[in-house]
């Protein structure tokens, strides 16, 4: 029981930092930019305290894992802030900016995929802790006593977080990053964006809600690519 509980402690640490350097990389890439409202607030840190919501980076955390049997949990820093007059370039600063987050994440899997690739344990073993990963029961058994198999356990949580936060992301849909390269590469007239940024958390429920199947199949086909490179 013991290892369950620390696994689960370190799952949810990976997704709050994973979410944490996404944020972080949005305000270095607004200040590369000419921006430097983010280190001005003080929020190019590693610093938890300085990006962690109560609601978002607490509350829904922990109320999805007790929802769903600790087997998930999502959540989500407090923005970064821009101010994206201040960039030099103003048709694809803010998309630069949006994708600078979703870019480190795609980073970070790809990184720990190479590394869990070099990680000298029975392929039969890997590919076990990758279909139990969050089945803390389970995989506390196949990593049991292998110092190789816990730190493959803890690269496919970071492989997972970082896939996901990427490519979720980046749906075209207000307040998500995809949506900055939207109204970049599209000619929306400003009124129009500010519409959809206004409403844009509501469309992107409706679309989650009417179309969670085939974004769970994309996000899961993915997720396969990256943990297929690990074995």
């Not at 305000?27 to 001005?40: E, I, Q, R, S």
């Not at 109560?54 to 922990?62: A, D, E, F, R």
């Amino acid at each position: 029981m013991a290892n369950e509980i620390i696994l689960i402690v370190f799952y949810v640490a990976i997704l709050l930092y994973s979410v944490i350097l996404h944020e972080i990389s949005h305000g270095v890439a607004a200040l590369w930019l000419g921006d430097p409202t983010a280190k001005y607030a003080g929020r190019l840190t590693l610093n938890p305290v300085k990006h962690i919501d109560p609601l978002n980076s607490i509350i829904l955390p922990i109320g999805m894992l007790l929802i769903t049997n600790f087997q998930f949990a999502f959540g989500s820093a407090r923005p970064v802030p821009y101010n994206p007059y201040n960039l030099r370039n103003q048709k694809w600063g803010p998309a630069m900016v949006a994708l600078a987050g979703p870019g480190v994440n795609i980073i970070i899997a790809i990184i720990f995929s190479i590394a869990a690739r070099l990680i000298s344990i029975p392929s039969v073993s890997k590919v076990d802790i990758i279909y139990n990963f969050n089945d803390w029961q389970s995989v506390s058994s196949v990593i049991s006593g292998s110092v190789g198999a816990i730190f493959f356990e803890l690269f496919v949580i970071i492989i997972f977080w970082n896939v996901i936060l990427a490519f979720f992301n980046l749906i075209p849909f207000p307040p998500l990053d995809g949506s900055k390269l939207l109204f970049a590469i599209v000619p929306i007239k400003n009124e129009t964006i500010a519409l959809m940024e206004q409403f844009g958390f509501i469309a992107l429920l409706v679309f989650i809600l009417i179309f969670a199947g085939p974004l769970g199949k994309f996000l899961n086909y993915v997720l396969g690519i990256f943990l297929g490179l690990t074995v």
